[in-house]
């Protein structure tokens, strides 16, 4: 296969060029720098050798979807998302689609034009939510796991909804769940992203299978105590609602840190009536909760509820927890993480390819939960940042990030033929 990783790089310096500023990315979905992005790719596709037997199509939820058709009809499926957020990194979901393209064409000049299974790539719409606040908007749609309902009445700063916001670009919010019929033939569905992490940067590694996306329990909890003079009020007679809150939020590191891939995050704290002269009468906090066993999610909620009710009968306060939003863990399938070990070993070299669970959750976790056999690869992301200008990946490292997703996809093409 004639792989060029360097193309892969220059489109995406070209990408950056074209919808970035001095802040960062600038690709929100629903938005006319996004468009543009859009049709950036779509003249990348025009030059491709076989741009003539590609079909290009949007579907209801506003993916765009690219097929190659193969001997058989059983189709891989390369994708991620060219959004992003605001003042966002240049490689967050990029490169992902610029490096299926890249190995698209590839595939495509290998075999003619003709691949021995059909071969897809997905620029899903949406995924990170940055106007709306619904992040994986598109893959929830082809996964079915869509809420109409809730996303039609959804608004942005400027109060524009999301059913109008999303017109303009051919899409109906009352028809996105149409989108489920791409789903037929799927075969499997690979995809790279960079790791926004700062683990393979300490371990000086530049790639990672990925075992799963972690679940996630998210939180609102209410400490209620009693509001009163911060001057008169004695110490020992005090119901501080703050001070129960706070004991949570220390006490939340150590039942994550129990787990060895477990995460917890305290990321708001707001007290009433807020003022230098009161005791808090009222602490609202939240707690976002990951792991990739479900299991271990379900002890650490029932650790920090626990921990709660005792911090709170501590201070004389009472305190209600209220579920925010909740998924279960998405466990990447076993053969496509075995294929995908085995690419990054031969490209790299490395004797034990490290495997972790991610965090972040992405397109692929919304694949994977309708049943379809799914493996992300991850690339290192230098200082673990992402989501801001200054994200990067050594260049490379994106290189042999595009070598190792080339094999995992040609692998995974035997795999889907030997059925």
């Known amino acids: 296969m004639n792989l060029s990783p360097k193309t892969v790089l220059t489109h995406l310096d070209e990408l950056r ?8 990315a600038q690709r929100i979905a629903w938005t006319p720098t996004w468009a543009a992005a859009r049709a950036w790719f779509d003249r990348k596709l025009d030059e491709l050798p076989f741009a003539a037997l590609l079909e290009r199509h949007q579907d209801a939820a506003g993916n765009r979807w690219i097929t190659l058709p193969g001997t058989s009809p059983r189709a891989l499926i ?3 998302h060219l959004d992003s957020v605001p003042n966002g990194g240049w490689l967050d979901g990029a490169i992902g689609v610029v490096t299926a393209l890249e190995v698209l064409r590839a595939l495509g000049e290998a075999h003619s034009g003709h691949p021995p299974c059909t071969i897809r790539l997905v620029d899903w719409a949406d995924e990170e939510g940055a106007r709306f606040g ?13 809420s109409i309902d809730a996303d039609r009445a959804r608004t942005d700063r400027n109060g524009i909804t999301m059913e109008d916001a999303v017109a303009p670009y051919g899409v109906a919010i009352e028809r996105i769940g149409d989108a489920a019929i791409e789903r037929q033939n799927a075969a499997a569905y690979l995809e790279l992203h960079i790791e926004q992490g700062p683990v393979l940067e300490a371990r000086n590694e530049p790639l990672a299978v990925v075992l799963g996306t972690k679940g996630v329990e998210r939180h609102a909890i209410t400490f209620h105590g009693q509001e009163a003079h911060s001057g008169s009020t004695p110490m020992s007679v005090r119901r501080d609602a703050l001070a129960a809150a706070a004991q949570l939020a220390l006490e939340i590191r150590p039942i994550a840190r129990r787990h060895p891939d477990a995460v917890a995050t305290v990321g708001l704290l707001k007290t009433f009536p807020g003022i230098v002269t009161a005791v808090v009468g009222r602490a609202e906090m939240t707690l976002d909760m990951r792991d990739l066993d479900a299991a271990v999610l379900a002890g650490m909620y029932a650790d920090a509820q626990s921990a709660s009710r ?28 075995e294929l995908c070990t085995a690419a990054i070993a031969d490209v790299t070299g490395q004797t034990e390819v490290t495997q972790l669970p991610s965090g972040p959750l992405h397109d692929a976790a919304e694949v994977a939960h309708c049943g379809i056999p799914t493996v992300m690869m991850f690339v290192q992301s230098l200082r673990g940042l992402s989501h801001n200008a200054a994200e990067d ?11 190792a997703f080339a094999q ?12």
């Open 78 to 80: 390369l994708g991620s």
């Open 408 to 419: 995992l996809a040609e692998r995974t093409i035997d795999w889907i033929i030997a059925e």
């Open 393 to 403: 990946t050594r260049r490379e490292h994106i290189e042999q990030a595009v070598e």
């Open 17 to 24: 060029a074209l919808t970035s500023d001095v802040y960062g």
């Open 134 to 146: 619904r992040s994986l908007f598109g893959s929830s749609a082809f996964a079915g796991t869509h």
């Open 310 to 337: 005792r911090f709170a009968e501590q201070e004389g306060c009472t305190v209600e927890w209220a579920r925010i939003w909740s998924i279960e863990p998405v466990p990447f399938h076993p053969k496509l993480i």
